[in-house]
């Protein structure tokens, strides 16, 4: 018995050691982390509802889990791209890049093209006007709306911040090949395009209501 757990332990070293995430200076935790990771990649939601009569689209579940792994890693990886930015570093670099793209949107325009609730991109706004990053201006037709755009310090910072930026999206890409980019950035545009629709137009239903749409 104590024979066989040895001989299977020193296999899975092995397949460790083959694998992408070993390095020459890793150690007993690193190895730990690959053991769960591989354990939990052998797990599906399936498995888990079935044993507790639920019936569950595994694809439908591994999609959503795989999004919402891959925001908190995207989340961690802009922390660190961004570092030397700290007023950049949460969710203020989408603002800031957006009124670079798209100059003089009011307050309400530029939190609903970031997907945030008001309240999310109104403190977003306010911590950029703070930082003298982005300045408000009375909006002509409409004196109770704002209109934004970047300030001399705002555009300095974008312009200084481009590169920590490419360089975290090409980490983020991973290692897909260059059509596996262009096919991944296709789909996640239709599932976007999707749910900035939803947003728009269903942002305060319940689910029932929304899954009425879909359906």
Not at 21 to 47: I, L
Not at 72 to 99: H, V
Not at 145 to 172: C, D, M, P, Q, W
């Amino acid at each position: 018995m104590q024979t066989d757990f040895f001989i299977n332990l020193l296999l899975e070293v092995k397949d460790f050691e083959n694998s992408d995430s070993y390095k020459p200076n890793c150690n007993v935790e690193d190895f730990r982390v690959w053991m769960n990771d591989k354990k939990y990649a052998e797990e599906s939601p399936t498995k888990l509802f079935k044993n507790e009569n639920h019936q569950v689209s595994f694809t439908e579940n591994e999609i959503c889990k795989q999004i919402l792994l891959l925001g908190r890693y995207s989340k961690l990886l802009i922390r660190k791209g961004l570092s030397d930015f700290p007023d950049l570093a949460n969710e203020e670099f989408t603002y800031l890049y957006r009124l670079k793209d798209e100059p003089d949107l009011t307050k309400i325009q530029l939190i609903e093209r970031n997907g945030h609730e008001k309240q999310t991109g109104t403190q977003i706004i306010k911590r950029l006007l703070e930082a003298g990053l982005l300045e408000e201006k009375n909006d002509v037709e409409d004196k109770r709306s704002k209109r934004l755009n970047l300030t001399e310090k705002g555009e300095k910072t974008f312009h200084e911040s481009v590169a920590n930026v490419n360089k975290t999206s090409k980490i983020l890409s991973g290692k897909l090949t260059e059509k596996e980019k262009n096919e991944l950035l296709r789909i996640l545009k239709k599932l976007n395009e999707f749910h900035t629709h939803l947003y728009s137009e269903y942002k305060n239903s319940d689910i029932p209501k929304i899954l009425e749409f879909i359906n």
